[in-house]
């Protein structure tokens, strides 16, 4: 996020787009509901009417992959109609012809029929947005799990920059991160395309920086990505992988690929609190110690990095980091580390954005980074005065469809998420008894129709399929999902939903597309 | 805003206009009763414990709804405030279950709080007691109207805070009932429209709201509270972790919490059951002919490390990866980024960021 939590309390206009706030992000929600009571606006744009739909002033029901046609007419229309912040597009970005020629053709009217929304609720919603004080864009993975994830962020940046709605309280763009610490392990550098705190692998300077702290020559070499690792499994080229408290076996895109990939290393091995459906696969599995058996930090959404405090003895007698600071010993780097303190602070030492951190201070209080030094109070939000790359760039993006729309032997669009009762794979959650009870079986939400047509009726089983594989699962007959749609979580591994989903991958990302594929459904006699 | 001198308690203190008495109270650290007040919510100056005696004043004002004028003299302990304190506390108890010995709250309620400071024993009014039967239907909370004092502010939090509006005064008079709508049980979900976030526990002065599975395992006095930050999704809510004799019994909230303050959703306060599952991994385990055989922690390590040695030796860094966890904490992501950097020789590593 840009903006910090505590500031959306202060926003006028939110225009929330592919997030189901209230479900993911309930605390965030809470602050979306201050904004309201102080009289924001609220527009949001997603194919489901879900609760924070339903709040809202307006609700655009996407087409499925419908994001930069809406995000490219609104820019059309604050553009033709001179509402763009004239000042911020001189002083504080570029390309800016780039973007006019490149929305030029999204008029309203074009594009109404792609998106699903008259074309004089789009130019409202434009209008609304630009003349707005403080304006904020919140998204989730409605945005980024298309094939086009990285084109739908630059779109949502487009409009911010073109606007002047960012690098103010209150106002910018704010992705909301769906895992407790997936901000930290972006941060800390598992990634394979730069070193701790973003230092891309490529630049010369970062691979000498980094060979000399660590004794080890770097390489400039951009690393494989998860599912590249899952190919290159597949292909014999990758032997060995180590896997610390993930689930691909239900949390990744078309699971048979993966099993068939994960079978084919030489050596795998997990390391996590259950024998998972990943574990299972594994030559060895180490067990891992949960939250509460450790201390640490995690950093959020929003850049804030709070203290984890170790609240009961690990289970297995040892912390995750202590277990694989040993393998490190043992491949020859021996540790140092008496505690996880210590090693965050040889990670803030080559981490610009932590520099400032310690535990000490922690314990004081969270900070926000980037804190670059010890006395520096952390930001609350980004890109005041000046942006990271100085001027802000517009890029022009164009439509393109989803990689598998529906056609007539798989008719309909599936479309994945989350529940409010359950995280992740559910490994966690589906322990947890008051959670289980509340929701102990998933079901797949269907337009009533749809159901109509097909003879399905609440409760009823589905047979459903795509071109990858095939589930089956309860109907729950909803309007909360359009005619042509059905939508169900990730979260029960009987009913994976990913032995459909298609793992057609954003170029740039590598971010598979779960929000669309094409299914059938038939009912289970 | 100007400024506004006053003295409570024969002490000057200098305050904004529009300062409540009792915030006042509060900052120069004077401890006033109260059961409806709370700062987060609307003030609907109901309960009336935290009367206050001022000069000049002919009956006892609400602290909590008394804005501060220049020059006003309060006494927050006079004997007629006292008196009056008495008397509330006696018209609460002569409505309430004397069950405070099983009662989970024990130890943390401010009704007892009161009583006890007060020197209430027992209440003097006999007279019916309500009979509600308690509230099992959900499955995280345990409602016993019974001991209600009808503070309200489970009704208040529900409906400014969590915007769902679940709870609501039904009946009138002794009757009087904080209930969802058309009395359904609260874990009637399709009807109540509860999400069990917990914020009306968390709120609930006495024991009619509790945690359902926090009953019977502790009193507070023997619990150790850890605050730290919820494991599941990206907002970073902290809470403290309720743990007696080495296990995590429960989770309550931890006002000191900077993103979420008392506020958490329903996996953070009810989702910790699986720390202490059964079927946790306490072993390591190594396949041998397709079944885990359990071993030592120096015999799994050892031959990870010899099997991650070998691979590396005869085909290269770029054979090895690392798939790290958004679950785990910047620590061990930052380990896993040497493991896979310093000790595998390659930047094959990644996480589930884009799932």
Redesign the interface.
């Known amino acids: 996020m840009t903006n910090s939590i505590n500031e959306i309390k202060n926003c006028d206009f939110l225009f929330v787009i592919g997030s189901n706030t209230t479900e993911t992000h309930p605390i965030i929600s809470l602050e979306m509901r201050k904004a309201l009571g102080n009289g924001a606006t609220l527009v949001v744009a997603d194919p489901r009417k879900t609760e924070i739909a339903e709040l809202a002033n307006v609700h655009v029901a996407l087409k499925p992959g419908a994001n930069i046609p809406l995000l490219n007419t609104m820019c059309n229309v604050i553009i033709a109609e001179g509402l763009y912040d004239k000042e911020f597009v001189a002083n504080r970005t570029e390309g800016f012809e780039e973007l006019r020629l490149g929305v030029a053709n999204f008029t309203p009217e074009n594009y109404a029929g792609i998106i699903g929304a008259p074309a004089e609720t789009i130019r409202e919603i434009a209008r609304g947005f630009a003349k707005a004080k403080n304006a904020a864009i919140f998204y989730t993975m409605g945005i980024t799990q298309h094939t086009t994830g990285t084109h739908n962020v630059l779109a949502v940046a487009n409009l911010s920059m073109l606007t002047g709605q960012i690098g103010k309280p209150s106002s910018g763009v704010n992705p909301l991160r769906g895992q407790n610490n997936v901000q930290g392990a972006c941060d800390m550098g598992a990634l394979p395309n730069v070193f701790p705190g973003y230092q891309a692998v490529t630049d010369p300077a970062n691979v000498e920086k980094f060979s000399k702290t660590w004794g080890m020559q770097q390489s400039s070499k951009v690393g494989l990505t998860v599912g590249e690792m899952m190919d290159a499994a597949h292909n014999g080229e990758l032997k060995a992988l180590y896997i610390l408290g993930e689930n691909p076996m239900l949390s990744d895109p078309d699971i048979t690929h993966v099993e068939h990939a994960l079978e084919k290393l030489e050596f795998l091995v997990v390391q996590d609190l259950f024998l998972t459906e990943t574990a299972m696969l594994a030559d060895v599995v180490l067990p891992g110690a949960s939250f509460a058996e450790k201390d640490g930090t995690f950093s959020n959404t929003e850049r804030r990095v709070q203290r984890v405090r170790k609240a009961v003895e690990p289970v297995a007698g040892k912390a995750d980091w202590e277990v694989i600071a040993e393998i490190l010993t043992g491949m020859g780097f021996p540790h140092k580390y008496c505690s996880a303190s210590d090693v965050f602070d040889e990670m803030a030492k080559v981490t610009p954005q932590y520099a400032g951190m310690s535990f000490a201070r922690l314990d004081e209080g969270s900070l926000q980074w980037p804190c670059p030094t010890p006395d520096h109070a952390g930001t609350k939000y980004l890109h005041q005065g000046k942006f990271s790359r100085g001027l802000g760039k517009f890029s022009a993006v164009d439509f393109e469809p989803p990689a598998e729309l529906p056609d007539a032997e798989y008719p309909f669009v599936l479309n994945t998420g989350r529940r409010l009762y359950h995280y992740h794979t559910g490994t966690m959650t589906r322990r947890a008894r008051g959670l289980s009870i509340i929701y102990g079986e998933e079901s797949i939400e269907i337009n009533p129709a749809d159901a109509c047509k097909l003879g399905v009726c609440e409760g009823d089983q589905l047979k459903v399929s795509s071109r990858r594989g095939s589930i089956t699962i309860k109907a729950n007959v909803t309007d909360r999902v359009p005619q042509g749609m059905v939508f169900t979580s990730f979260h029960f591994a009987e009913a994976a939903v990913n032995f459909l989903t298609n793992s057609a991958c954003d170029p740039i990302a590598k971010i598979p597309e779960l929000k669309v594929c094409a299914v059938k459904i038939e009912k289970v006699s | 805003m100007a400024d506004i001198t006053l003295q409570i308690n024969g002490q000057k203190v200098t305050v904004p206009a529009g300062t409540t008495v009792l915030e006042a109270a509060v900052q120069m650290g004077i401890d006033i009763p109260t059961f409806c007040h709370d700062p987060e919510l609307s003030k609907p100056g109901a309960c009336r414990i935290c009367v206050v005696e001022i000069k000049g004043l002919r009956n006892l004002p609400p602290s909590c709804v008394t804005t501060v004028t220049e020059g006003m003299e309060v006494e927050t302990e006079s004997e007629a405030v006292v008196n009056a304190r008495r008397t509330i506390i006696d018209l609460l108890l002569a409505n309430h279950p004397q069950d405070c010995m099983t009662c989970q709250k024990f130890g943390d309620c401010k009704l007892a709080d009161y009583a006890y400071r007060y020197g209430v024993r027992t209440t003097t009014f006999i007279g019916d007691k309500t009979d509600f039967p308690p509230d099992e239907s959900s499955?995280?909370l345990s409602r016993d109207m019974n001991k209600c004092i009808l503070c309200g502010k489970c009704v208040r939090v529900c409906a400014e805070?969590?915007?769902r509006n679940v709870y609501d005064f039904t009946s009138r008079g002794f009757t009087t009932k904080v209930a969802p709508a058309l009395d359904v049980g609260l874990g009637e979900?399709d009807e109540s429209h509860c999400?069990?976030?917990g914020s009306c526990v968390a709120v609930c002065p006495v024991g009619a709201i509790v945690e359902?599975?926090m009953k019977g395992k502790a009193r507070p006095w023997e619990v150790?509270k850890?605050?730290?930050?919820?494991?599941?999704?990206?907002?970073?809510?902290?809470f403290d972790?309720n743990?007696k004799d080495?296990?995590?019994i429960g989770v309550t909230s931890n006002p000191t919490a900077?993103?979420?303050g008392r506020?958490?959703?329903?996996?953070g306060r009810?989702?910790?059951?699986?720390?202490?599952?059964s079927?946790?991994?306490?072993?390591?385990?190594?396949?041998k002919d397709d079944d885990?055989i359990e071993v030592s922690?120096e015999e799994?390590?050892?031959?990870?490390?010899s099997?991650?040695?070998d691979?590396?030796e005869k085909?290269g860094?770029?054979?090895?990866?690392?798939?790290?966890?958004?679950?785990?904490?910047?620590?061990?992501?930052?380990?896993?980024?040497?493991?896979?950097?310093?000790?595998?020789?390659?930047?094959?590593?990644?996480?589930?960021?884009?799932?």
């Open positions: 499955a995280v805070i969590v915007g979900l999400v069990s976030c359902k599975n150790k850890v605050k730290t930050t919820c494991p599941y999704c990206g907002c970073g809510c902290n972790l743990v080495g296990k995590v900077e993103v979420n506020h958490l959703c329903v996996k009810f989702g910790y059951d699986f720390i202490h599952s079927d946790r991994l306490t072993r390591p385990l190594i396949k885990f922690w799994a390590l050892r031959y990870v490390v099997r991650l040695k691979i590396k085909n860094s770029e054979a090895m990866g690392v798939l790290s966890s958004a679950r785990c904490t910047n620590e061990e992501n930052y380990l896993m980024n040497k493991m896979a950097r310093v000790a595998f020789g390659t930047n094959n590593i990644d996480h589930c960021a884009r799932l």
